[in-house]
Every structure is written in C-alpha cells, then in structure tokens.
C-alpha cells in the first residue's frame, strides 16, 4: 500500500536503477544508491519507497546509506518524509541505562565520523558513570559491566551509517580472524604503521577510504586492556 507522503515516479532510467537497489549485489546497490540522489526527486522518491517499503525490518548499512541520502539532501519531501516515518533515525536507539544515543545516530548520519567518534566515548562514559563522565575515559572494568543491549546499539549505529566497515563487531572480526594478535590488528585498521603509532586526530581518517573496522577508536590511547574488555564482551557471544 503507497503511502500518501509518497507520490513514485516512473520512467526507464528510474526503473532500471529500482530493480538494482531492491534485489542486486552489494556492488550494485552502492552504485544504484547515489545514481538515483543525482536524478533529483524522482530519485528520490525511489530512496523513500525502497525504506518505507523496508520500516519494519532491522537496518542493515544499505538502509542506512539511503537514509543518509536523504538526511543530507535538501529535499523538503525527504526531510518531510523522514520527519513522519524515522523521527529518531534508522537505528532503534535501545538502553537498558536510559543513555540518549541520538547524538551518535545524527554525527554519523552527517558523515561527521571525527564527532561520532568523540560523541561515543562521552556516551560510553555516562554508561560507565558519573566518575567516567569526569575523567572522560573508561576503565576496563567499566567496559566489562556494560549492558549487552546498549554496546549492541552503539555497534549497530556505526555498522548501519558506515556501509558495514566500521564498528566494535568489524574490529572484533578482524582481531579474531588475526589470532588475536595485537601487533597485527593495529596495522590492519590502520591505528599503527611499522613503530609508529598513529597520531590522534589529524592521522586518521575520518571518512570511509578509512581502513575496515578503523573507527570507533575505542579509547586506544591508553593500551589494549579496554579494547580488550570491548572485543570480548558477552555481547558479541
């Protein structure tokens, strides 16, 4: 049933990128998605009937890469639209400790990676509590008492607005798959280069030519053991 926000429009160009968006590899859909930004309303309105169409399920990155679309164009209709059916954006924004995660969902679906990335720590601290919040970094036996639910949020969040490269379940992958060798992930995600380390912030890459699993940065300043206690979190079981 179309909804009344929604008016689609029809033509061959529209038709043969729909197909694509709806049903195609992942390559094809990260191609189709920005064609159809470009054809303007039109376009448009496929992105707006692809998430109606798509409300009631889990967002996956490709729900978050057309709601960035149209979060970032300056369309009435979409902000209308997004305004009606995704008021506090694609991910459900679950926290067993009443944390606001809004702040994180809109800095990534900005593309502002450097500020989510920040916004995240602030927000892991007030999981942690109130002496977090003060010193403004986390120990390891904080992280290891977080709800499962709220780290599940968090990682969503940075999974659906970074076309799945980034996230605590990316990182935890990569290590896994390293043998849990240290040393070795810090060169696959780019946060060390042959002895060096690299320098916060104007060393790493704030946007998505970043290495896989590169954000969030996981408070790695202060070594491995709150990474540690992040990676192997029940969480992830």
Known sequence: MTDPL?????????D??????IAGSISAQQQAIPQLANLGDVGLDVLMEFLFERRQNPATWVDGKVYQVLYNSDSPKAKEFLQAYFPSGIVPLISDCSIDYSPIQ??????DFQAADRMTLQKMCELAGSAAVQRKWL???????FPAT???????????????K?????QREIWLSLGKNWDSLWEKIGWKKGNNWTRYPNEFTWDLSAPRGHQPLSNQL???????SLLSHPAWN
């Open 139 to 145: 120990y390891f036996t904080e992280v290891e008492n």
């Open 222 to 228: 202060r070594g491995v053991r709150v990474i540690a």
């Open 150 to 164: 709220d780290l599940k949020t968090i990682n969503t969040l940075w999974l659906v607005h970074s076309e799945g």
């Open 16 to 21: 043969s990128l729909r197909q694509p968006l």
């Open 106 to 111: 809109q800095l990534l679906a900005a593309y």
């Open 6 to 14: 929604i008016v689609f429009g029809t033509n061959s160009d529209i």
């Open 166 to 170: 980034f996230g605590f379940s990316v």
